[in-house]
RNA sequence: GCCGCGGUGGCGGAACUGGUAUACGCACGUGACUCAAAAUCACGCGCCCGCGAGGGCUUGAGGGUUCGAAUCCCUCCCGCGGCACCA
């Protein structure tokens, strides 16, 4: 018999594929239109690995499942050209990154088709390119005039040895440069923001409308961190309407309030502080300044601080409380400043403790015992659960709950406060000093101010020919192209420069998906029409790791782009799916380690196929796990076994006498056969391929059985076959490979031709399985009560033992044979009898 | 510290809504075929005791709910990921 062999049959199907615009996707029908979605990749001088098809594959397996049950799919591809990993190869590389970068794509082209998949490579977008970064300036400036891009100076990441600024996604978790590794300071400069935050309450909201992973929901709201509570407003003593806010998510503490921190860079600490504390205070400042985001971020660190010499009075009780300053606060978050109430707050009790300020009880619990009079007390363990308020003036014996709402109202009342609400998250810097971006369309008249660069005047070139090389103190380097920079203002027509920042490589990414749709469209950036009636996104995959930035990122831009009007849906992705991590000897892959898994290794030997089938199969899809080369050859291994079992099913022996001991034989494939398919395809639906796979080996193992019975009886027979038998093995063996086929493209299609069949596979239908017949083989099983007959069901036989209990209990108890006696024990002869022994109830 | 996910054979991993724990595969063992090897096919394979029939134990640990728990509840331990002085 023919051996399996890959490498002759692979490239012919995909040549065939190819030939026929088969993944070319017409998008004006859109009756069952589903758009499955990869995250696309940098081309950034590393090649496609092992990793990279783990995410792919199943992605391609989903939509070919899809295109198969008649849906029509569209599944594009492209490159997320510009960005920091492709200019930093350059520059260490001293090459172009617009030259090397087509290399790249070029071969990661080759490497994508390999995989088998079915992009629709017509339409493929490629950030980089002009046709495509005009539009990502066309978006900037279409935010720019609703308001959602403005320009600030604000503290950036700086990296002292780069000399470079560098992106928040550039800072290790614990600060330091992710090249070079030096911490990472502060550094202030004038950067273009989205306004992200005013779209803090619509990412939340808009969390519960979509099928996303629970974890990556959580990061997201984790990252927007919103909290509710109250800004209030403490007079300082001394200064006539001075006041300084401080916001507190715990209003109910407010007559706990000892004492009052400002961040050291708050704009009031100079116009307060006493003479007689100016050296210390100015030295303090100093010393935060200077040090590292590490060093004044460690949670492990000693409280310090220093009192400013100034007093505020209290907005309720009008008790002094003395104003210090801290870099436990930041200036960042909230007002930059805070109320300590060291008795319902650790950090504000470490800090009382370490400077001898007072501590008083607001909040008790049920059966404490009652404190000194002004409830000063002495803790090591702050007290921040909810109570009831004591030592709180008219609201003491209030819950803390009610309390928050109730003091939150007296202090509007007085014009001291207000509730408020403050989020973490922080307006998105998308201004990058570097040279591989979208040049901001913006440009800087003297006289008019920021200019918009009108619409015909788009793209914004990247000049080629400019020097990019780093060492300039983080001067952006198309400054050094005075070519670009010299302009004449689109409004006054004077000379003006251009913006020299370029974009956030995540911008580019934040609308790639609408682009596909309109790939070729000069006109505009999208179809509107095209664009909503594919969208949202029917299923997104890709890494865990953008969930804070690109998840969060296109989300922001898809509610921006409703809202100007562009299109109709606000959410971009209805489904997510995260792959999991592939790794080598433990370790995760990289060139540094040598352990990167090259596909094309592989391929000669095995076949594309059998790397699929592994990646499916060998793993669960969210957790990834181990590369094993055995895992491959044990695929491999199946594949061969499929193709003799087709090839047999292709020249069958000679019927003739049907066979009456079969009947049996063949009920029980006909039933492997309707399982598999069930939950083969509840699985792939899933994304639960591993599971997937195993009905698919399962229904093979039927198979095999069956036929062997059937040579025996063949054999018996005198060399010919029950034409029955014949007959079904044969539309088993098609379904197998139907139900294969979204794993294993290439052999499935060569197999489905084989077997005389015309035009692609992915024409032929998903089967469908039959529940009745999964139920067909039913039972009579008797049901007793305390040892009498009561009643009967009927089960399927192949039911076990404990469902038949489970039922024959709930059948009892639904007519009510147990009366109001409770289950003490069941007694179960398989597929004949249940006891039910009951005993009093309680 | 907080949030999320996870802990099941020698290994990757199954188990729907609480109902035969260990599906499917890998590795391993035995046998068939072969001069031999590879490949293939058949059978076996959680752990312990037992020649055997058979018995006992088992889903990180300990408790609980239930006729019945890998699954639900409580208290811990360990691993991974994220956030982290966010007031």
Not at 357 to 382: K, M, W, Y
Not at 470 to 491: I, Q
Not at 625 to 643: I, N, P, S
Request: glycine share 8%; net charge negative.
């Amino acid at each position: 018999m023919e051996r399996y062999d890959p490498a002759a049959i692979e490239p012919r199907w995909r040549e065939w594929w190819e030939e026929r615009h088969l993944h070319h996707t017409d998008l004006s029908d859109t009756a069952r239109k589903c758009y499955a979605l990869v995250m696309f990749s940098y081309p950034s001088g590393d090649r496609l690995h092992i990793g990279h098809w783990y995410s792919y594959v199943p992605a391609d397996a989903w939509a070919r499942m899809r295109r198969m049950q008649g849906w029509n799919v569209f599944e594009p591809v492209g490159f997320d050209a510009f960005g920091f990993p492709a200019e930093n190869y350059a520059i260490k590389h001293n090459a172009h990154p617009a030259d090397f970068t087509e290399k790249n794509m070029e071969y990661m082209r080759y490497q994508l088709r390999l995989m088998g998949a079915m992009y629709d490579w017509e339409r493929e977008v490629v950030t980089c390119h002009p046709d495509y970064y005009k539009w990502t300036q066309w978006l900037f400036l279409e935010l720019f005039k609703a308001g959602l891009a403005y320009r600030k100076n604000a503290p950036v990441n700086w990296c002292p040895k780069d000399e470079s600024v560098l992106a928040n996604e550039q800072v290790t978790p614990e600060g330091r440069c992710e090249r070079c590794g030096t911490p990472v300071t502060k550094r202030d400069l004038t950067q273009w923001f989205f306004k992200i935050t005013a779209y803090a309450d619509r990412l939340l909201e808009g969390l519960d409308r979509i099928d996303w992973p629970e974890k990556t929901k959580a990061l997201q709201r984790n990252w927007i961190g919103r909290s509710e509570g109250a800004e209030i407003r403490f007079e300082v003593e001394g200064h006539p309407g001075k006041e300084i806010e401080v916001f507190t998510t715990r209003p109910d503490t407010l007559f706990g309030a000892t004492y009052l921190v400002l961040a050291p860079e708050h704009p009031l600490v100079d116009e307060i502080t006493g003479a007689v504390h100016q050296y210390e205070v100015d030295e303090y400042r100093d010393r935060a300044r200077r040090m590292t985001e590490i060093e004044r971020t460690s949670t492990v660190k000693e409280k310090t601080g220093e009192f400013t010499g100034a007093h505020a009075l209290h907005p309720l009780t009008g008790e002094r409380v003395p104003i210090w300053i801290a870099d436990y606060v930041l200036l960042s978050y909230g007002t930059g400043a805070i109320m300590g109430v060291p008795a319902h707050d650790q950090r504000d009790l470490d800090f009382a403790n370490a400077f001898g300020l007072p501590v008083r009880r607001v909040i008790a619990q049920p059966g404490d015992p009652p404190d000194a009079e002004d409830g000063a007390v002495t803790l090591q363990v702050a007290e921040d659960e909810d109570g009831v308020l004591v030592n709180s003036g008219r609201f003491s014996g209030m819950p803390a709950a009610v309390a928050r709402q109730e003091i939150t109202h007296e202090l509007e009342r007085l014009g001291k406060g207000r509730a408020a609400v403050k989020t973490k998250m922080r307006d998105w810097l998308i201004s990058r000093q570097r040279y591989w971006g979208a040049p901001i369309p913006i440009i800087h008249c003297p006289r008019c101010g920021e200019v918009p660069v009108p619409l015909e005047d788009l793209p914004v070139r990247l000049p080629y020919d400019v020097d990019f090389s780093l060492g300039e103190g983080g001067l952006s380097p198309l400054g050094r192209s005075e070519s670009f920079r010299h302009v004449r203002c689109p409004r006054c027509g004077g000379h003006a420069e251009r913006d020299l920042d370029t974009m956030d490589t995540f911008v580019d990414s934040s609308w790639y998906f609408l682009r596909y749709l309109s790939a070729h469209d000069d006109g505009r950036a999208f179809d509107p029409a095209v664009v909503n009636a594919w969208c949202p996104v029917d299923m997104y995959v890709g890494g865990v790791d953008h969930a804070t930035m690109h998840l969060l990122y296109a989300r922001f831009f898809i509610k921006a782009l409703f809202d100007l009007g562009h299109v109709g849906f606000d959410e971009p992705f209805r489904s997510l799916r995260h792959q999991g991590q592939i790794t080598r000897g433990g370790a995760k892959m990289s060139k540094r380690w040598g352990n990167v898994v090259a596909p094309e290794e592989y391929i000669p030997r095995h076949g594309t196929d059998a790397l699929r089938l592994y990646l499916l199969f060998g793993f669960t899809f969210e957790q990834g796990g181990d590369w094993e080369d055995t895992g491959l050859h044990g695929a491999f291994r199946f594949l061969q076994r499929v193709w003799r079992m087709a090839l047999q099913s292709a020249t069958p022996p000679p019927t003739a006498t049907p066979d009456g001991n079969r009947g049996e034989a063949r009920r029980a494939l006909e039933r492997a056969r309707h399982y598999a398919i069930a939950h083969a395809t509840q699985d792939f639906e899933r994304f639960q391929f591993n599971t997937a796979v195993s009905r698919i080996m399962e229904l093979v193992n039927a198979a095999y059985q069956f036929a062997g019975g059937w040579s025996a009886a063949a054999g018996a027979a005198g060399g010919t076959a029950d034409p029955a038998d014949v007959r079904l093995f044969r539309s088993v063996v098609e379904d197998v490979i139907r139900l294969l086929a979204p794993a294993t493209p290439h052999l499935a299609e060569e197999l489905w031709h084989r077997l005389g069949n015309e035009g692609s596979i992915l024409d032929a239908g998903w089967p469908v399985h039959d529940p009745a017949l999964l139920a067909e083989d039913e039972v009579t099983v008797v049901i007793q009560v305390d040892g009498k007959l009561r009643d009967e069901m009927r089960v399927t036989r192949d039911l076990g033992e404990g469902e038949v209990r489970q039922r024959a209990v709930s059948h009892g108890r639904i007519p009510g044979l147990l009366g109001n006696r409770d289950v003490a024990q069941v007694v179960v002869v398989p597929n004949r009898l249940v006891n039910i022994v009951t005993r009093a109830r309680g």
